[in-house]
């Protein structure tokens, strides 16, 4: 169970990091690619980080079960789950509002324009406008979970703290 909880937890944070960590990319200049420009190397990095959150987004639904299992087990030996439900049901209901945003995305996904399928620049133009595009559509899926990734990693971290693992007592 303890294994199980861990995992969890981390789940939870790295979708919370996806929903609450893709607001903003910074596309300074970089002093490489001149002033206002925008070098390959930096075009590439920033589409490999939307491609790692996008992929991160995909796994949301076994990151659902999975809580909702640890929930229900720890329901089971007495402990009380009702904020944990509760934060779990709102990021479940945020997740079925951004799914449409997401599943818009794909289509940014699968053409990649402006980079190759190992994720390098082939045109600098259209990758700038394929990043830049994709940020927009990450952007829109934060407004759409609306805080409820922080709101779950908050809710385990209070039950976390409620509910501390018991201390094991050595054989001997």
């Not at 001149?34 to 491609?51: D, H, M, T, Y």
């Not at 995909?58 to 659902?64: L, P, Y």
């Not at 406008?129 to 809710?155: C, F, H, N, P, Q």
């Amino acid at each position: 169970m303890i294994l199980l909880f861990k995992k969890t937890v981390l789940l939870a944070l790295v979708a919370a990091l996806a929903t609450l960590g893709v607001s903003t990319l910074s596309f300074g200049s970089v002093s490489a690619a001149g002033p206002g420009q925008i070098s390959n190397e930096r075009l590439e990095k920033v589409w490999a980080r939307q491609l790692r959150i996008y992929a991160l987004m995909g796994h949301t639904d076994k990151f659902v079960e999975k809580a909702q299992q640890m929930i229900e087990r720890a329901s089971e030996n007495g402990k009380d789950v009702s904020e944990l439900q509760a934060a779990l049901d709102a990021f479940e209901t945020a997740l079925k509002d951004a799914q449409p945003v997401y599943e818009s995305a794909k289509g940014i996904v699968n053409s990649h324009q402006g980079f190759d399928d190992n994720g390098k620049v082939t045109d600098a133009e259209k990758a700038k406008e394929t990043v830049r595009v994709m940020g927009e559509k990450m952007k829109e899926i934060k407004a759409a979970m609306d805080g409820t990734g922080k709101s779950l990693r908050e809710a385990l971290k209070a039950f976390r703290q409620a509910n501390p693992r018991p201390e094991r007592t050595p054989i001997p």
